[in-house]
C-alpha cells in the first residue's frame, strides 16, 4: 500500500512539474476572431499551408469550410493538398515512421487542439497564442529551436520565415541572496516576412481558426442559448402574470 502511495504522489509531482514547465510564463490574451470569416478563411490558409504537412485534423472535413464562406471551387483550388476530395478529412501528407525518427514522435492531431490546452494560465487559445510567438533560436536542440512556452519543444518554428529570428532578453534580478532571469522581451536578430504586428494578426488568424475547428458550431449555439434564454425570461413572465391572476381572488 505505501508503496502505491508514493508512486501515486511521484506520478502526480511528475505531471505537475510537465504542467509547469509548459505554463512557467505567462499566456497572452488571444484575440477572439471566431466571428470573423475573412480572419478565419486567412487562418485556415495559414494552417493548410504551414500546419497540416506534419500535423492532421482527421475530425474536420475540407467541405466543412464553406462554413466560413469558401465555396467549394475555392477549397478545391485554393487549400486541397493532400487529398482529392472536398468531402475527405485533413489528414497529414507526412510519413508516420518519417515523423517519429525526425521528431521522435508521430505530431498530434489538431482537430481540438484549442480546446485541450486550457489550463491554469487560460484558454487554449491564449496557450496557442503564446506559443506560436515565443520561439527563439537555440543551437542547442536538434530542431535549432527552443520555445518560452513550451521549453524543450520538439517542433521546429515552421513559420519562421514570417517571423524572422528572435532571442529573449533578460534581466538579472538578485533574490534571498540569489540571481534570477527575468524575461524582460524580444531582440530581432533577422527580419522576417512580416513585421511584427502582421505576424501577431496573422498567429491571431491561425488560432481563430483552430479555435473555430474545435467546435465549428460554437457561434451558432451561442445564437440559439441567447435567444432560448430569451425565450424562458418572457414565459417566466408570463406564468408569474397568470399565477398571480389566477390566485386573486382566493383569500
Not at 487529398?83 to 489528414?91: L, S
Request: with cysteine; net charge positive.
Amino acid at each position: 500500500m505505501k508503496k502505491l502511495i508514493f508512486a501515486l504522489i511521484a506520478a502526480l509531482g511528475f505531471v505537475a512539474g510537465a504542467q509547469a514547465s509548459e505554463g512557467g510564463m505567462v499566456w497572452d490574451k488571444a484575440p477572439n476572431k471566431t466571428n470573423d470569416l475573412a480572419s478565419l478563411q486567412n487562418g485556415a490558409k495559414l494552417f493548410v499551408n504551414y500546419c497540416l504537412n506534419c500535423h492532421s485534423a482527421a475530425f474536420m472535413r475540407f467541405n466543412r469550410l464553406k462554413d466560413i464562406g469558401l465555396t467549394e471551387q475555392q477549397i478545391k483550388d485554393n487549400l486541397l493538398f493532400t487529398t482529392d476530395k472536398v468531402g475527405e478529412t485533413m489528414k497529414s501528407a507526412i510519413d508516420p515512421k518519417q515523423a517519429k525518427e525526425w521528431f521522435g514522435g508521430n505530431p498530434p492531431d489538431l482537430t481540438v487542439i484549442a480546446r485541450s490546452r486550457s489550463g491554469a494560465g487560460g484558454t487554449g487559445a491564449d496557450y496557442l497564442y503564446t506559443y506560436l510567438r515565443t520561439y527563439y533560436r537555440d543551437e542547442t536542440k536538434a530542431t535549432g529551436w527552443n520555445n518560452l512556452a513550451f521549453p524543450n519543444v520538439a517542433m521546429p518554428h515552421v513559420l519562421w520565415e514570417l517571423q524572422g529570428e528572435r532571442k529573449p532578453v533578460y534581466d538579472e534580478l538578485e533574490e534571498h541572496g540569489h540571481k534570477v532571469s527575468v524575461f524582460k522581451g524580444w531582440q530581432q536578430v533577422t527580419p522576417g516576412s512580416m513585421t511584427a504586428l502582421q505576424y501577431d494578426q496573422a498567429i491571431g488568424d491561425l488560432v481563430g481558426y483552430l479555435q473555430w475547428m474545435g467546435e465549428p458550431a460554437q457561434n451558432t449555439r451561442v445564437r440559439i442559448g441567447v435567444w432560448v434564454l430569451i425565450f424562458l425570461l418572457c414565459l417566466s413572465f408570463a406564468a408569474w402574470r397568470l399565477n398571480a391572476s389566477f390566485w386573486k381572488d382566493v383569500k
